[in-house]
């Protein structure tokens, strides 16, 4: 079994130990934290059809535009299902395995294998980030896009596979309709396309892809509140 293997199925299974291990000793509730219901009831009204809202007086419902709408949807399609909640914090755990994952292949374009590896790990068990994974809240799923994106993004940069460019450009798409905050990212990105070869064309690639799959959440919030 290679290193990444390795390091994926570990940090996978201590991920999940460390969520049954909350689950035995604290409860299920131990999972929701701050915003938690915030997001399952914006999901609930979105799975719902009532659009990204939270529901008001007399049966009626009002449109947000302060959140993104992944993580509501998430929670909202989970809160349907029973222990849902459960199920969406293992799926974290999951995902911070693929994280780890990523990190380490972004380590290895500048360090051997085991620095790589040492810098996962790291990464997945610094306790602030241990214990995000764990909670209800979008930032494992953002740092999960974001991380990717960053991966396929450098591959892009050092061997011009045009599939890594949008593949980077998709993982950026989901950040950003996770946290807003990642649409920052894209800035940088285009820096960086411009000076390689083509990078005029790569750079017109990399942003249409987003403006084309963002421009739908755009319109909708310029509709409501005349903001982007």
């Known amino acids: ?5 390795i390091l994926l199925y570990s940090v ?6 460390f969520v049954g291990a909350v689950i035995f000793f604290f409860g299920e509730d131990r999972l929701i934290w701050a915003d938690t219901q915030h997001y399952a009831s914006l999901g609930r009204s979105l799975v719902m059809g009532h659009g990204l809202s939270f529901p008001g007086e007399a049966g009626a419902y009002e449109p947000t535009t302060e959140f993104m709408p992944f993580y509501p ?7 349907f299902v029973p222990h849902g909640f459960l199920f969406v914090s293992f799926l974290q755990a999951i995902l911070a395995g693929f994280t780890a994952l990523y ?6 374009f500048f360090m051997p294998a085991g620095w790589a590896a040492g810098a996962a790990l790291l990464f997945s068990f610094e306790p602030l980030i241990a214990s995000v994974h764990i909670l209800l809240m979008p930032e494992t799923l953002y740092v999960f896009f974001a991380t990717s994106f960053l991966y396929y993004f450098l591959a ?3 061997n011009s596979n045009q599939r890594d460019l949008y593949s980077a450009a998709g993982m950026l798409v989901l950040a950003v309709y996770t946290k807003p905050v990642a649409m920052y990212l894209a800035v940088f990105a285009v820096l960086f396309l411009l000076p390689m070869r083509e990078g005029l064309r790569k750079a017109a690639v990399f942003s249409s892809i987003l403006i084309v799959l963002l421009m739908p959440w755009m319109i909708r919030n310029h509709a409501l509140a005349g903001t982007y």
């Open 12 to 17: 996978i299974a201590i991920k999940l130990a």
């Open 73 to 79: 949807a998430l929670l909202g399609a989970a809160s």
């Open 1 to 5: 079994m290679n290193t990444e293997r």
């Open 156 to 158: 892009h940069l050092r």
């Open 103 to 108: 990190v380490y292949r972004i380590g290895f």
